[in-house]
């Protein structure tokens, strides 16, 4: 065999610039990617890697940008897909959470599970997320499994649990029982589609959990080599309610039961004072940071927020875009350019997260908050092929002069084009290969109606429809 020969590969993905996101952080125009079965073979200039291989197909060309997939750190894929808007705008913490949301939740079958996954799923794809967290939410976890199987994304999944009130009556479990719950969990979900969907220790956070579950979900996340997530501190409750039970802020307790760490990922952490931002960074914990709740909920996140000095103190911080009536798209491509704007308005300082550090966390952050960075977040050999194309031929991407700038402050999640994971194309010219989109639409219309009357939640819409 001639050693000059081409390299027979499965795929040559090809871009005016390819954004690596590699340790240098280079973009390459006129670049290339290899791909072979599921894995980058190599990146680099276009015409080196033709010269080089011998693909079976090349995709892309001069009009697309090439980025890895994003990752999305915190993302309710039931509850919420399927009764996206239904809860007014305009209701408080409390209500919002107890009144509204959990109630909805646990009126949700199982096949309605199933499609809310496949819409979020499909929501995600399309505007080139490939990798996410699930929140927990999930009740039917064989169902939804099954049905982002077929998506074809790549995401770390759970039912939550917690062990003291209040809860809705489909959720109540003792401590044993909740503990049982997560054992089970990840031994019968370690691994789907060759890893692409797998189980984590999830709970729901804030002031549900008694020390002995916080302990237990923490050591399952040790002894199975995964991670654990949860909620924290969004809005005052959580602190006001650690103070009076142990006399500690939330994360203070947390440290001091062993619960901080590398393998932690903890939603929001909005309302923190200075010890536990040092706590964070001290123990290696990751932030998803949620802007769009944030603006919705009303948290005051560009009041009292520290997400800054996080990541001035080297705390890892990713982006997440929560439950569908907290932030009612699934977009990060929108939520990173709240990212990188509102603290610079909030401390009147443009140094305050610039598009590149904005789409640090969105790809490489998430990446290691999910503990995939040798697996996914950027183009560089050895990774998984999680690959988006964007299309520079719309209005928002054009003149393209700066492509960062333009990736994070001008496109969203409509310009992508093709997507891969796993080296294979799940999304093609804007729409999802794996699935019948027509029925997917219909199934969530006719899901989510059934739903919200199941529920006995009133329809609160304000203007006079008739
Ligand atoms: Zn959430």
């Given at each position: 065999?001639?050693?000059?020969?081409?390299?027979a590969?499965?795929?040559?993905?090809?871009?005016c610039?390819?954004?690596?996101?590699?340790e240098?952080?280079d973009?390459?125009?006129?670049?290339a990617?290899?791909?072979?079965?599921?894995?980058?073979?190599?990146?680099?200039?276009?015409?080196?890697?033709?010269?080089?291989?011998?693909?079976?197909?090349?995709?892309?060309?001069?009009?697309?940008?090439?980025?890895?997939?994003?990752?999305?750190t915190?993302?309710?894929?039931?509850?919420?897909?399927?009764?996206?808007?239904?809860?007014?705008?305009?209701?408080?913490?409390?209500e919002?959470?107890?009144?509204?949301?959990?109630?909805?939740?646990?009126?949700?079958?199982?096949?309605?599970?199933?499609?809310?996954?496949?819409?979020?799923?499909?929501?995600?794809?399309?505007?080139?997320?490939t990798?996410?967290?699930?929140?927990?939410?999930?009740?039917?976890?064989?169902e939804?499994i099954?049905?982002?199987?077929?998506?074809?994304?790549?995401?770390?999944?759970?039912?939550?649990?917690?062990?003291?009130?209040?809860?809705?009556?489909?959720?109540?479990?003792?401590?044993d029982?909740?503990?049982?719950?997560?054992?089970?969990?990840?031994?019968?979900?370690?691994?789907?589609?060759?890893?692409?969907?797998?189980?984590w220790?999830?709970?729901?956070?804030?002031?549900t959990?008694?020390d002995?579950?916080?302990?237990?979900?923490?050591?399952l996340?040790?002894?199975?080599?995964?991670?654990?997530?949860?909620?924290?501190?969004?809005?005052?409750?959580?602190?006001?309610s650690?103070?009076?039970?142990?006399?500690?802020?939330?994360?203070?307790?947390?440290?001091?039961?062993?619960?901080?760490?590398?393998?932690?990922?903890?939603?929001?952490?909005v309302?923190?004072?200075?010890?536990e931002?040092q706590?964070?960074?001290?123990?290696?914990?990751?932030?998803?940071?949620?802007?769009?709740?944030?603006?919705?909920?009303s948290?005051?996140?560009?009041?009292?927020g520290?997400?800054?000095?996080?990541?001035?103190?080297?705390?890892?911080?990713?982006?997440?875009?929560?439950?569908?009536?907290?932030?009612?798209?699934s977009?990060?491509?929108r939520?990173?350019?709240?990212?990188?704007?509102?603290?610079?308005?909030?401390?009147?300082?443009?140094?305050?997260?610039?598009?590149?550090k904005?789409?640090?966390?969105?790809?490489l952050?998430g990446?290691?908050?999910?503990?995939?960075?040798?697996?996914?977040?950027?183009?560089?050999?050895?990774?998984?092929?999680?690959?988006?194309?964007?299309?520079?031929?719309?209005?928002e991407w054009?003149?393209?002069?700066?492509?960062?700038?333009?990736l994070?402050?001008?496109a969203?999640g409509?310009?992508?084009?093709?997507v891969?994971?796993d080296?294979?194309?799940?999304?093609?010219?804007?729409?999802?290969?794996?699935?019948?989109?027509e029925?997917?639409?219909?199934?969530?219309?006719?899901m989510?109606?059934?739903i919200?009357?199941?529920?006995?939640?009133?329809?609160?819409a304000?203007?006079?429809?008739?």
């Amino acid at each position: 065999m001639n050693a000059l020969a081409p390299r027979a590969i499965d795929l040559l993905i090809e871009g005016c610039q390819v954004v690596t996101m590699n340790e240098t952080r280079d973009i390459i125009r006129n670049g290339a990617v290899a791909v072979d079965g599921n894995t980058i073979l190599d990146v680099g200039k276009a015409a080196d890697l033709r010269a080089r291989y011998a693909p079976r197909r090349t995709i892309g060309g001069d009009r697309f940008v090439v980025t890895p997939g994003m990752v999305n750190t915190h993302i309710h894929i039931t509850g919420e897909p399927l009764t996206r808007g239904y809860v007014p705008d305009d209701t408080p913490f409390i209500e919002n959470v107890f009144e509204w949301l959990t109630p909805l939740y646990s009126v949700f079958r199982a096949d309605e599970e199933r499609t809310s996954g496949q819409l979020a799923a499909v929501e995600m794809l399309r505007s080139g997320t490939t990798t996410f967290l699930e929140a927990g939410t999930i009740r039917f976890l064989d169902e939804v499994i099954d049905g982002l199987v077929e998506v074809g994304i790549r995401g770390r999944v759970g039912r939550w649990v917690w062990d003291l009130p209040p809860e809705p009556s489909v959720y109540r479990q003792s401590t044993d029982q909740a503990i049982a719950h997560l054992e089970r969990q990840l031994d019968e979900h370690a691994s789907h589609a060759d890893g692409r969907i797998a189980a984590w220790s999830i709970l729901v956070g804030h002031n549900t959990c008694s020390d002995p579950l916080w302990r237990a979900a923490k050591a399952l996340a040790d002894e199975r080599g995964v991670g654990l997530s949860f909620h924290m501190s969004p809005a005052m409750l959580d602190p006001e309610s650690f103070i009076a039970e142990f006399g500690q802020r939330p994360f203070v307790h947390l440290a001091e039961i062993g619960v901080l760490d590398k393998n932690v990922a903890v939603t929001h952490a909005v309302r923190i004072d200075d010890t536990e931002l040092q706590l964070l960074a001290d123990t290696g914990t990751s932030v998803a940071h949620c802007p769009t709740t944030a603006l919705k909920v009303s948290y005051g996140i560009t009041q009292v927020g520290k997400f800054p000095e996080m990541v001035q103190r080297g705390v890892n911080v990713s982006i997440g875009t929560d439950g569908n009536n907290a932030s009612n798209y699934s977009d990060l491509m929108r939520a990173t350019y709240l990212v990188a704007g509102l603290f610079k308005d909030a401390r009147t300082d443009p140094q305050m997260f610039p598009a590149e550090k904005a789409y640090e966390m969105a790809t490489l952050g998430g990446a290691r908050t999910m503990l995939m960075q040798d697996e996914v977040g950027a183009l560089v050999p050895g990774l998984k092929a999680d690959i988006v194309l964007h299309d520079t031929d719309r209005p928002e991407w054009r003149p393209l002069l700066n492509v960062m700038n333009q990736l994070v402050w001008s496109a969203d999640g409509r310009g992508v084009h093709t997507v891969l994971v796993d080296g294979k194309v799940v999304v093609e010219d804007g729409h999802c290969t794996t699935i019948d989109e027509e029925r997917l639409w219909a199934d969530s219309q006719r899901m989510g109606e059934a739903i919200t009357a199941r529920s006995g939640l009133p329809d609160k819409a304000k203007f006079p429809i008739w």
